[in-house]
């Protein structure tokens, strides 16, 4: 399945900021390709991987949730780090993210959790059965993710 890309022409900070409530040391773009990395600045608080991990879980909120209609909409939006390659090109230096995303439609999402915490420790609640549908239902997707690391 394929998501519509965020439109590049917008600032990234202002969008996270507005999105988020998250003000980062970052611009360039929203790492779609090395053509159009985001440019990490400084992490600030953040160990670098995790940061990269945030920008990625924003990037794929907005894909799949925001800039979509409510029954579209996904939740449980969780990616992962496949892997990561250091690149240098023209004297600069890329990082190169896989992750794997897991995720559910969002009505269902929220339908499973409110099961989960209703009937958690319940002992007629098979919380086996449950992760079972859970899984049948989750989307997974793999996306990478291009920075531009400055510092």
Do not use: C
Not at 124 to 151: G, M, P, V
Request: avoid cysteine; aromatic fraction near 10%; charge should be negative.
């Amino acid at each position: 399945m394929q998501f519509q890309k965020i439109d590049s022409t917008n600032d990234i900070q202002e969008i996270i900021h507005n999105a988020f409530n998250m003000k980062l040391d970052i611009n360039g773009s929203w790492g779609y390709d090395q053509n159009n990395p985001t440019i990490i600045n400084s992490l600030g608080e953040f160990a670098k991987e995790e940061l990269q991990l945030t920008l990625m879980s924003m990037r794929a909120h907005i894909e799949m949730s925001m800039m979509l209609s409510e029954e579209d909409r996904y939740g449980g939006i969780n990616p992962s780090e496949l892997s990561r390659e250091e690149i240098t090109f023209n004297n600069k230096v890329y990082e190169k993210v896989i992750y794997k995303i897991s995720a559910t439609k969002d009505l269902l999402n929220k339908k499973l959790m409110k099961e989960y915490k209703e009937r958690l420790g319940q002992e007629d609640f098979d919380i086996e059965a449950h992760f079972k549908e859970r899984e049948k239902n989750s989307l997974e997707i793999i996306s990478e993710y291009w920075y531009d690391i400055r510092n």
